[in-house]
């Protein structure tokens, strides 16, 4: 990897072709198979290793664990928490994944608009559908504002779009942050090099002024997978218990 900003481009890992049809496996599908694998292994080791008095890893996750669960019950409510394995996992799958891009030869999954705007859209209309199935048509109310009537036609399509543009408020946030991160550490790693030729003292304070950044871009990574989270939980929650106009 010649240049940080390689872990954007979509490549061939494995090339295989059959019967005319090109099947390839690409490097962005690598950070699903070791979330996979990563998730599977914690799975295996706690179903073991769980104890009264827990280790310093069961204490960890534990608090891990407690403090999504915080958010879902903060956020959603008592109603909402039959949808909490649901954000555990989101907050952890979007976490994983922004921690995966900052190691060497890591892929930015959650840089790619494409793959973030899937997910947004799933997660929209699916808690759309949830408060149709709780609410049935009178949840369409919430498109509806109390204002005079000849206003109607004009306010409706506002609302309409308000709500759906949530789709791209969940992606582009998350995609934002995390490509204008790793550019920043591109851009600064590309200043370290330079100061590398001059005096000793410059430098020193160039590969600070990097670790800082990487160490920022860590914190950006946990708090992009609490702020996606918490915006579900938000949506999550207008469907379970709408403000009707």
């Not at 036609?153 to 709500?163: D, M, T």
């Not at 851009?187 to 370290?192: E, G, L, M, T």
């Not at 030729?197 to 990487?214: D, E, H, P």
């Not at 920022?216 to 946990?222: D, R």
Request: proline share 4%; glycine share 4%; charged share 10%.
């Amino acid at each position: 990897m010649y240049s940080p900003l390689e872990q954007f481009d979509i490549v061939r890992v494995i090339k295989f072709s059959h019967g005319g049809i090109d099947i390839a496996f690409l490097n962005i599908l690598l950070p699903f198979f070791l979330i996979i694998c990563l998730v599977l292994v914690l799975v295996f080791f706690f179903k073991n290793e769980v104890r009264l008095v827990p280790s310093i890893w069961q204490y960890i996750f534990e608090k891990f664990y407690i403090f999504i669960f915080k958010i879902a019950e903060n956020f959603i409510g008592e109603k909402g928490m039959v949808y909490f394995p649901f954000i555990f996992t989101l907050f952890n799958f979007i976490l994983l994944c922004n921690l995966f891009s900052l190691f060497p030869f890591g892929i930015a999954l959650t840089s790619h608009i494409i793959l973030i705007i899937f997910l947004s859209t799933t997660i929209c209309v699916s808690i759309f559908i949830i408060g149709l199935n709780l609410h049935g048509i009178a949840f369409l109310k919430i498109f509806i504002p109390r204002c005079p009537p000849f206003l109607l036609f004009l306010l409706i399509p506002i609302e309409l779009f308000s709500y759906w543009i949530r789709v791209l408020s969940l992606a582009i946030r998350l995609v934002a942050n995390i490509l204008a991160g790793h550019t920043l550490v591109s851009i600064v790693s590309a200043f370290v090099l330079k100061m590398s030729t001059m005096k000793f003292i410059f430098y020193f304070f160039s590969v600070i002024l990097l670790w800082a950044v990487i160490v920022l871009e860590f914190g950006v990574a946990f708090l992009q997978a609490y702020v996606f989270t918490v915006l579900v939980c938000i949506y999550l929650k207008d469907s379970i218990s709408p403000s009707f106009h």
